[in-house]
């Protein structure tokens, strides 16, 4: 299988042969490009809108990009509830920070930053919180053995292993590029179809397989050489 970031496996075979277009039919890529030119151009008028104090302009932008923004902060938090936390402090912080935009035909990758930023940081608060639910007293007036309450199910040190797994996955997932990141969450965390992420990214189909190929290799690597590390270090 070909690596789109430029590395391939050995012993890679012949390109297969490709369909010619209809003539007069431009290809299919070309008509996406088209159409992707197209609503940037769109979103274009609506930032150009919105900075001179169009508040319905920037409602349109809200209601294009919002549906993307949910989906790019879910991959993140794994929470829907969060994930609206995160687009709504994101959408205020992209009014007020509008003419930052530039260009404006670029306002979708731009927002989208922002919002994984955001739900980034509503992560790391949301981990900083459990850990210091560590230290909380027991219920009852803290009776109880502090072992008892740490490791009965959905207590601390249990939010606290899974912390560990998840800080271990995030490391990992953090040396992928950010399109190989993006598609192995969407694909294997949030189930979106290669179409689906292909169409949200866009990516041609194959080259969307081709970046969940290489992402899983590299995580399994990167996984299971740090799960042997914690072995030789027990």
């Not at 959408?91 to 003419?99: D, H, K, Y």
């Not at 990516?203 to 590299?218: I, K, S």
Request: with cysteine; net charge negative; aromatic share 4%.
């Amino acid at each position: 299988m070909h690596d789109p970031d430029g590395e391939e496996p050995a012993g890679r075979g012949a390109s297969p042969l490709r369909p010619v277009p209809a003539p007069g039919v431009p290809p299919a890529g070309q008509q996406f490009a088209a159409s992707q030119a197209a609503e940037a151009a769109v979103d274009a008028a609506l930032v150009r809108r919105a900075r001179d104090g169009d508040g319905e302009a920037f409602g349109q932008l809200v209601r294009r990009h919002l549906p993307a923004a949910h989906g790019a902060a879910l991959v993140v938090l794994g929470d829907p509830a969060d994930a609206e936390d995160a687009c709504q402090d994101a959408f205020v912080a992209a009014l007020r920070r509008i003419e930052d935009c530039r260009p404006e035909e670029k306002f979708r990758p731009w927002l989208l930053t922002i919002v994984r930023n955001r739900a980034i940081d509503l992560r790391r608060r949301s981990i900083v919180r459990r850990a210091d639910s560590l230290d909380e007293p027991a219920a009852g007036g803290g009776d109880a053995p502090a072992t008892q309450v740490a490791t009965r199910a959905g207590g601390p040190l249990h939010d606290a292993e899974r912390a560990d797994a998840r800080a271990h996955l995030q490391a990992a997932l953090a040396t992928l590029t950010p399109v190989r990141r993006d598609v192995v969450l969407l694909h294997d965390l949030e189930g979106w179809s290669h179409r689906e992420i292909g169409e949200h990214l866009g990516l041609a189909e194959g080259t969307v397989r081709a970046h969940l190929f290489w992402a899983r290799r590299d995580l399994r690597r990167r996984l299971s050489a740090e799960w042997r590390r914690e072995t030789d270090d027990a």
